[in-house]
């Protein structure tokens, strides 16, 4: 079935002029070039995740319930899809095609990137911030959330544009460590420096980055108001400060959990969780 599907979704991204096809299987297959097309594969843990996802119990299944349970886990791919491409660089304007071959559910599915949530999010934030300086901390958070720091996980924050009121809300829990560093070293949209970001990562507070990507501050401790502010239970101090923060001012935020996720606030409201384990 998985060979039948995918010479078929090679065939609709021909039509289509799309470049990648992205495979959610059970099966093992190996990514590769198909008649000039790439060919990326989920990873096993989000293939598994995919089958074991379900809107309703078993028990209450009937025909109808089926065909929108089918419904919610091709929207969950399409997401999916969209976000794990984003993060290997692919282009948003091009259409995507995805193969499901699972326990469950079998298809192929075109997915539109643009309309995508990580899509939908960069471009709000960028009427603050340089949409840059956003795709490349949420790279680097990626990095965190996988490597950690000397195989131990790591949480920080990061509090991006809006410099001169955060820095007003805010103290130095420590000596900055970037305090008297060439805006070179402090570029957050360079790789390069991404070591170093990792190395202080362990520090307690928050990074603070100005909306063109230098890095102002490490070791960060914000003093917003979180009187009345609404975020998911279960959230550290962390995630209430850096959402709280981004209500008082014109700032946009990206937490890193100990457990993985990344999240991305503006004024005071959650835009998007990342689960980066099935990435």
């Not at 074991?52 to 886990?73: P, Q």
């Amino acid at each position: 079935m998985l060979k039948l599907l995918l010479d078929e979704a090679v065939k609709i991204a021909k039509k289509l002029n799309s470049k990648a096809i992205v495979v959610i299987s059970n099966e093992e297959i190996e990514e590769r070039i198909v008649e000039g097309i790439m060919v990326f594969v989920a990873p096993r843990s989000f293939s598994m995740a995919f089958d074991a996802f379900s809107s309703i119990e078993e028990s209450e299944y009937n025909a109808k319930m089926k065909l929108f349970d089918r419904f919610i886990k091709f929207t969950h791919a399409g997401e999916y899809i969209s976000t794990m491409l984003y993060f290997k660089g692919i282009k948003e304007e091009e259409t995507i095609v995805g193969v499901i071959n699972s326990e469950s559910v079998k298809g192929i599915i075109v997915a539109n990137p643009e309309q995508s949530k990580i899509h939908k999010t960069v471009v709000e934030c960028s009427e603050r911030i340089n949409s840059k300086v956003l795709k490349s901390i949420l790279n680097l958070s990626l990095n965190i959330a996988h490597k950690g720091r000397e195989g131990r996980r790591i949480g920080t924050g990061f509090v991006i544009g809006d410099v001169q009121e955060v820095m007003k809300r805010s103290r130095q829990l420590i000596l900055n460590p970037y305090q008297g560093h060439s805006e070179k070293v402090r570029n957050i949209t360079e790789p390069a420096n991404w070591e170093s970001v990792m190395e202080f990562a362990q520090l307690d507070g928050v990074f603070i980055v100005d909306k063109d990507g230098t890095i102002v501050s490490a070791g960060r401790y914000l003093e917003a108001s979180v009187k009345d502010l609404k975020v998911r239970e279960g959230l550290g101090g962390r995630h209430i400060a850096c959402a709280a923060i981004t209500r008082e001012t014109e700032a946009v935020s990206v937490v890193i959990s100990e457990s993985g996720d990344v999240t991305v606030y503006k004024d005071g409201n959650e835009l998007i969780v990342i689960n980066t384990h099935v990435f």
